[in-house]
């Protein structure tokens, strides 16, 4: 199996920076990209920022120059730098890991986190 263990969310005032992690463990021989989506009440999952393991990036219009996601490869952990925090940013933000390829397996799977909680608030 694998699991995806994310952290750093919390409570923050408009304006402010969070660092969000996830760290991917278990059998895995690659994976293909590593992303972060968010969903906040009442609306649809959407996407944040995703990484290739090449380092090739994609980032929501709304987010554009205020994150950076960045990767480890080595340690298959993501990263979120999140900067100049809006409260409309204010959702739970789960991490995704692209075409997982695990030992004793032929599949590529994708796996997502539990979600970590990111309030923007004064």
């Known amino acids: 199996q694998v699991q995806l263990a994310e952290s750093g969310g919390g409570l923050v005032q408009p304006g402010g920076s969070l660092r969000l992690s996830c760290a991917a463990s278990?059998?895995?021989?690659?994976?293909?990209?590593m992303g972060w989506y968010r969903q906040a009440p009442g609306k649809q999952r959407e996407l944040v920022a995703t990484?290739?393991?090449?380092?090739?990036?994609n980032y929501a219009d709304s987010v554009q120059g205020r994150f950076t996601i960045s990767i480890d490869n080595a340690k298959n952990t993501v990263y979120l730098q999140m900067n100049s925090l809006k409260p409309e940013d204010t959702a739970v933000y789960y991490c995704?890991?692209?075409?997982?390829?695990?030992?004793?397996?032929?599949?590529?799977?994708?796996?997502w986190g539990q979600g970590t909680q990111v309030t923007v608030s004064s």
């Open positions: 995704k890991a692209d075409r997982v390829r695990r030992i004793g397996t032929l599949n590529a799977l994708d796996y």
């Open positions: 278990g059998t895995i021989i690659s994976i293909y990209a």
């Open positions: 990484i290739t393991k090449s380092r090739s990036t």
